[in-house]
């Protein structure tokens, strides 16, 4: 069963940065996932974020973000990353990392439903 936890989120005023992070434990030698970011904000649906296949080789962006967030990965640190730049008021959300147990997903990686494991999520305020 593997955990992920999130860190990173913050208030921040319309036109920063913030870096998150999650990192996941319990991850056996040699296992690798799928891994991406949603978000939801209060009184709407989970949003997906951004995703990566396990080696870095993919990487997937929703149409909100491409251009200013950048999802990354260490798998030597069991880490995933979502550096966001020129933050916006409209992405203040809870941000959850998640993983799926696969190495690759080449379709449907905006979909929730997709993946098997979810972090308790890191709250992004963006003020104007």
């Known amino acids: 069963q593997v955990q992920l936890v999130e860190s990173g989120g913050g208030l921040v005023q319309a036109g920063d940065s913030l870096n998150l992070s999650c990192t996941a434990s319990r991850r056996s030698p040699g296992t690798y996932y799928f891994m991406g970011w949603f978000r939801q904000a209060p009184g709407k649906e989970r949003e997906f974020v951004a995703a990566?296949?396990?080696?870095?080789?993919?990487?997937y962006y929703g149409d909100s973000v491409k251009g200013r967030f950048t999802i990354s990965r260490d798998n030597a640190k069991n880490s995933v990353y979502l550096q966001m730049n020129t933050l916006k008021p409209e992405d203040t959300a809870v941000y959850y990392c998640?993983?799926?147990?696969?190495?690759?997903?080449?379709?449907?990686?905006?979909?929730?439903?997709?993946?098997?494991?979810w972090g308790q999520g890191t709250q992004v305020i963006v003020s104007s």
């Open positions: 998640t993983a799926r147990a696969s190495l690759y997903l080449t379709a449907d990686y905006d979909l929730p439903r997709n993946y098997n494991y």
């Open positions: 990566i296949n396990w080696n870095g080789g993919s990487r």
